[in-house]
């Protein structure tokens, strides 16, 4: 079973920076490619359970990247080398950056979904973010 799983979450001052990064597993060689087209970032804010925001995603062929306004400047998606792990470089955070991160990929194209999370199908259990102020 294919899983991604986070980790790098923590504590911050306002203005800080912090690294989060996704590993994904159990991807059989063939479906490489095609099992998680896309991976991407999203959090879900504090007091708000059943909402998960787009924060950034990255298409895992072409490495073309996609971010939500709120953290366009701020935050950089990438992966490496061998495409098997997504990080998330958050800088210069705010208060309302906290909340749990999490990590998905899904299989599907479109770059017009790709902040979607009801087109993601793989979840990781999240990693928890706080800036203090």
């Known amino acids: 079973q294919e899983k991604v799983l986070e980790y790098g979450g923590g504590s911050v001052p306002v203005g800080g920076s912090l690294n989060l990064s996704c590993a994904a597993s159990n991807y059989p060689y063939t479906a490489s490619r095609s099992g998680r087209n896309f991976m991407a970032w999203f959090r879900q804010l504090p007091g708000r359970p059943n909402e998960r925001e787009g924060v950034?995603?990255?298409?895992?062929?072409?490495?073309?990247?996609y971010y939500a306004a709120s953290v366009k400047g701020r935050f950089i998606i990438f992966q490496d080398n061998d495409k098997n792990t997504v990080s998330l470089y958050m800088n210069n955070l705010k208060p309302e950056d906290t909340a749990m991160y999490y990590c998905?990929?899904?299989?599907?194209?479109?770059?017009?979904?790709?902040?979607?999370?009801?087109?993601?199908?793989?979840w990781g259990q999240g990693t928890q973010v706080t800036v203090s102020s």
């Open positions: 950034a995603a990255i298409y895992h062929g072409g490495g073309n990247t």
């Open positions: 998905a990929a899904r299989s599907t194209y479109g770059s017009a979904s790709a902040l979607d999370p009801q087109t993601y199908t793989v």
